[in-house]
């Protein structure tokens, strides 16, 4: 038997398991494990979970679509979805907050998912911009934006953890 001559097309890497999913699946699934684990800690039910985690969901979607959007409109010479794949792949830098946190929670009975959800998201949207940066953004406007998205964000989550926490008591 003889083999098949080779073939002179290049033979396509095989995709990474995060590569293949979705855009925005890492980053929602890890703010639904913030908001999960905020409901978690303090809620007197499953339903206080099952809420901080359809809340965690919602503000990644609508902290994806606040980035996204002002990257756009600080570099309108880029195409929307470049902008929009940078910002997913330097989105994915949340991932090892998100599996700290869950491991600081459940493992340590630490209480710092707020920590590592902010640290997270100023890490994530700062890699965003040199995302941004790397497919043509300008330098200066793709550093910034991020910055002051995710210090704006992170304001705003660690305010709407503080008040869920107060609210519901155990």
């Known amino acids: 038997m003889a083999s098949p ?3 002179s097309a290049p033979v396509p890497a095989p995709a990474s398991a995060v590569a293949a999913l979705p855009h ?15 409901g978690w800690r303090v809620g007197a039910s499953p339903v206080s979970t099952v809420l901080g985690v359809a809340i965690g969901a919602a503000f990644a979607f609508a902290g994806a679509f606040v980035l996204t959007t002002a990257l756009s409109m600080a570099n309108p010479h880029l195409e929307r979805p470049a902008v929009r794949e940078a910002a997913a792949k330097g989105f994915l830098l949340i991932l090892p907050f998100a599996i700290l946190a869950l491991a ?7 209480k710092a998912s707020q ?6 998201l100023m890490t994530a949207f ?18 910034l934006v991020p910055t002051a ?17 107060a609210n519901w008591k155990r």
Not at 127 to 143: F, I, N, Q, Y
Request: no cysteine.
């Open 5 to 7: 001559p080779p073939s």
């Open 24 to 38: 925005w699946t890492v980053p929602v699934l890890a703010f639904a494990a913030f908001g999960g684990l905020i």
């Open 104 to 110: 600081a929670e459940i493992l340590l009975g630490w």
């Open 115 to 120: 920590v590592f959800s902010s640290a997270g």
């Open 126 to 143: 700062g890699a965003v911009g040199v995302e941004v940066s790397r497919r043509g953004g300008g330098k200066l406007r793709s550093m």
């Open 149 to 165: 998205t995710a210090f704006l964000l992170s304001t705003a989550w660690v305010m709407l953890s503080t008040i869920a926490a």
